[in-house]
């Protein structure tokens, strides 16, 4: 039979969703051989990078029974959790989805939101991305995004992408370039000449970790059977890690402090102030 499973996950924890034994799919994979003994045909809706977390991927996988998602979470660690299972006709993929959504958050440094609103509009719609992704030879660069969002919530800048289908660091490269353009460092003319190909320059791409992966939707209607348990850890699990964060956040600012400054300098040039 085949089940289609959604995933939660953070990232930072991993070395993307596909590669090495310390990847998302290696992780999930090693708990169904050992609860189903067996698998095949597995796809997953979308392979996201290292440090990028999601909180609705999906993963397709032929078993010989029902493996019900406490089963897989019972050899998981924490930091990921499988908490939805719908099963599918024997043809389906999970790469068929007709949407995914993505949303990426950086802190506010005072870029001119209006500018980079006014700009993302320039790449909703099919076109060749190819200066916005990493080249892949297994990728068409052509693809098409229904909507971009740019909005300001308090301390953050908060992108919100729609579309069928994203390529290889394509959103990160697409919101480092909105960054550089809110900034007053590139132009709305470079953009374009960007996005038209008139240059042939691959963008940089801002940090993995702002970003999320927050739906997959399916032509067809898909009823899942959520698991609450699996739910509630994952959540403790962001709860505890999110205080740490906060933690760690705040001996950083300290420790950038004025004061704290010139007592590290103080300490590393053995020098009195």
């Known amino acids: 039979m085949k089940l289609l499973y959604l995933v939660a996950y953070d990232g930072t924890m991993f070395h993307g969703f596909v590669g090495d034994s310390r990847s998302v799919l290696s992780t999930i994979l090693y708990s169904f051989k050992k609860v189903a003994k067996e698998y095949s045909d597995v796809t997953y809706s979308s392979r996201t990078d290292p440090g990028v977390s999601a909180l609705k991927n ?34 389906f993929s999970a790469r068929a989805a007709v949407e995914r959504c993505y949303i990426y958050f950086k802190p506010y440094e005072g870029e001119d939101i209006e500018l980079m609103r006014h700009v993302s509009k320039m790449f909703i719609g099919k076109h060749d991305f190819s200066n916005f992704m990493i080249f892949d030879e297994d990728q ?75 739906d997959v939707k399916y032509s067809a209607d898909l009823r899942f059977s959520v698991s609450l348990r ?13 205080r740490r964060m906060l933690s760690l956040s705040a001996s950083y600012a300290y420790m950038l402090g004025k004061k704290s400054s010139c007592l590290l300098l103080q300490y590393f040039l053995n020098k009195p102030l």
């Open 230 to 242: 699996a739910l509630s850890e994952f959540v403790g699990y962001l709860r505890e890690r999110l």
């Open 58 to 91: 999906t993963i397709c996988i032929r078993v010989p029974r029902f493996v019900r998602p406490e089963e897989v979470n019972s050899n998981l660690p924490r930091y990921v959790r499988i908490w939805g299972v719908t099963e599918v006709s024997e043809d």
């Open 140 to 214: 068409n660069p052509v693809t098409e995004i229904y909507s971009i969002d740019v909005d300001l919530d308090n301390l953050f800048v908060i992108f919100r992408f729609v579309g069928k289908g994203f390529r290889n660091k394509m959103i990160r490269k697409i919101v480092w370039t909105l960054e550089q353009v809110g900034r007053g460092v590139l132009s709305i003319d470079e953009v374009r000449d960007l996005l038209e190909l008139k240059v042939r320059r691959t963008v940089p791409s801002a940090p993995a970790e702002g970003l999320v992966l927050v």
